[in-house]
């Protein structure tokens, strides 16, 4: 593993800085994910607010990836591509943005309903903005990752849902990704790999969690993730450090 980078506090307020830019550009993308948008108008609008404060959009160009936000509708998972696709009633719709402000990364998630959303849906919302609030709750100081990956775990679980298995969240800072990979199970690379919490540790703690199985599969255009079922899926995240206070979501406006 490589090593793991604690940050000071004047670092982590610079995190802050790009984490409140994440979270404007989110609270705009809820209040765009009505019927009839385009997903692309979403992506352009996410970069222009960015501009704005002077921030770099991170996913843009990041092993090629071709949009500034990831726009991921229904059974797509993550890392979906912005187009003329057009959201209708009853959709879900997950938004994922990262930004960079003077080295400093923010990475944060949200899935939105798009006007009226089933039951179904609407429990998966909660249940997925649940698991977060677990595992932000896990990310303190002296606790283990794997405590709060299994702690995630056994709260979707417990629901009746399933927690993707094949991404994981991962340390921020300096990068978008660094390590540790923060992941919502726990299996024996979990343990293998188990990490205790210390001050200055910046995570993006992400659950992805599905209404059906854990199987995902990658569609052609090298990108979308689907689940494997074509059930519904959502997606929550914050970037989180931990110190002595407890933790702190850095990704909010």
């Known amino acids: 593993m490589s090593r793991i980078s604690r940050k000071r506090p004047e670092e982590i307020e610079m995190m802050r800085e790009a984490g409140r830019i994440v979270g ?7 209040r765009m994910a009505i019927p009839g948008m385009e997903t692309i108008e979403m992506d352009r609008r996410a970069a222009e607010i960015a501009r704005s404060f002077g921030a770099r959009m991170a996913f843009l ?11 991921s509708i229904n059974e797509q998972v993550v890392h979906g591509i912005p187009s003329r696709r057009r959201l209708q009633e009853g959709d879900i719709v997950s938004v994922d943005v990262g930004v960079e402000v003077k080295g400093w990364y923010g990475d944060a998630a949200a899935t939105f309903p798009v006007g009226r959303i089933t039951a179904e849906a609407q429990r998966l919302l909660e249940v997925t903005k649940g698991a977060l609030r677990t595992g932000i709750e896990h990310a303190r100081v002296g606790l283990r990752l794997s405590q709060l990956a299994g702690a995630i775990q056994t709260y979707v679980e417990s629901r009746g849902f399933s927690v993707v298995k094949d991404y994981v969240g991962h340390g921020i800072g300096r990068k978008l990704h660094e390590e540790p990979r923060v992941p919502n199970f726990v299996d024996p690379s979990v343990i293998r790999n188990d990490v205790v919490f210390e001050t200055g540790l910046t995570l993006a703690i992400e659950p992805m969690v599905n209404a059906g199985g854990s199987k995902v599969r990658r569609l052609a255009d090298g990108w979308t993730v689907v689940t ?5 899926s959502a997606h929550f995240e ?6 002595d206070k407890g ?7």
């Open 24 to 30: 404007l550009i989110l609270e705009e993308m809820e």
């Open 61 to 71: 160009g990041y092993h090629g990836f071709p949009a500034n936000i990831c726009i």
């Open 228 to 232: 494997a079922d074509g059930s519904l």
């Open 238 to 243: 914050h970037t989180v450090a931990i110190t």
């Open 247 to 253: 933790p702190i979501i850095l990704t909010t406006p």
